[in-house]
């Protein structure tokens, strides 16, 4: 296995160009089982959980071919509409296959997502919009099998909010169900996150009726088909947000380029408070070198407030800020594994109850950490860059699940950080 070793200290420069959203080109790919015609989808990252979605998608009936950033599929069978259990467990975005399958094909099997290291995640709300639809709903031997009646679908207003709000696939999967429903669909409470408008806008080109997508009351009028698309996907705003963080947190003036600054409100605000001036120019946002930032407190919440994906990067930036920061995690409480690894780099972190409170540390100190699920693997890396000597951050496949060429990309901005083989580097101690 492989691990990063982060030399920290070095300023970074340069500009960095954004990739296409995980998030969004994860159901946005699963359009493909909704039209007999073939889809081109640009600016698609090369990683992990995107390959783990296509392989999803072929053993759905999918042919598909990869180029660059950019995938094409076509439905070439549809007898199999189970997604399965290897492919799902390792990646639960794999649930979005859901709403597609049912709308399309008027049945669905996928295996039912276990727990997860951010904390537990529930489908609850997917369930809850799909049976508003008319679908049956059972389960068996880990499987979620969700069943159209034999007239199809009928819409209705789904109330899709839960304990912690909104939700970002839900909203999606009973979206995607209603484009083929008989009638109209309201759903309340969706997730305005930009991902879902991403979503909406490619099914809209491809013949949907979807309005309101992006406010928490969306309308599917229902449609008999779809056509094929090309469709690019939006650039990622939790990439944006780490690469300006990683210019916050070693002062350095790097340029984020193709990113969306009006995505990013909600982080550039802490970041203000932070003391941290990022100057925008059109779709780039360079940071401007300050000195040590100062504090700040946030709450994570849904769109357009602060993201949860942002907030174990933020950890980072705060683990050295002037003063007492406060993070309070709304969306996954229990989602601050970063804190425990953070601390073994020095960082002053107490976390309870959902809340993290950081006194930072004027300096870290490299150490032997590791990666428990992808944004802490980000927050590490950033840890590192930033502090005195090296630190090595293993179980890396999290990181390269969501992060295309992550350390390579840093490196031309002038990280010291480098690949290399488990095995090749001494044991430290106590590690
Ligand atoms: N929730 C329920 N019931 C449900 C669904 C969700 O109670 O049926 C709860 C969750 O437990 C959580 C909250 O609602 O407390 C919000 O979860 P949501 O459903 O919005 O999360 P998701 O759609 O499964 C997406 C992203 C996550 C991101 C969350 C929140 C994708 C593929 N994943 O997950 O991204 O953290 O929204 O913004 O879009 C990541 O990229 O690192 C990542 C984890």
Redesign the pocket.
Known sequence: MDCYLVDGGAKLSGTVQINGS??AA?PILAVSLMTAGRCTFRNVPVIRDLQTQVKILNTLGIESQWDGHTVTTKVVDTYNSVAPYELVKTM??GV?VLGPLLGMRGQATVSLPGGCV?????????LKGLAALGAEIAFDQGNIHVTAPRGGLTGATVYLG?????????TDNVMCAAVFAKGVTVIECA?C?P?VVDLADCLNIMGAKITGAGSPRITIHGVKRLRGVDWSVIPDR?ETATFLIAGAITQSPITVAGGRPDHQLAVLDVLRQMGVEVKRHGNKMTVVPGGRPKSAELATL?YPAF???VQSPMLALMAIANGTSIVTER??PDRFMAAAEMKRLGANIAVSNGQAVIQGVERLQGAPVMAS???CGAALVLAGLAAQGQTRVSRIYHVER?YERFEERLRKLGARIHRVSEESVEPAAGA
Request: net charge negative.
């Open positions: 995980k998030n994860l639960r975005a979005c951010i904390g537990e995640r529930p489908i609850d709300l997917h839960g304990k912690f709000g909104s939700s970002v696939l839900a997730a996150e991902e939790i849904p993201p949860t994906d969306i996954y699920d992808l944004r969501g």
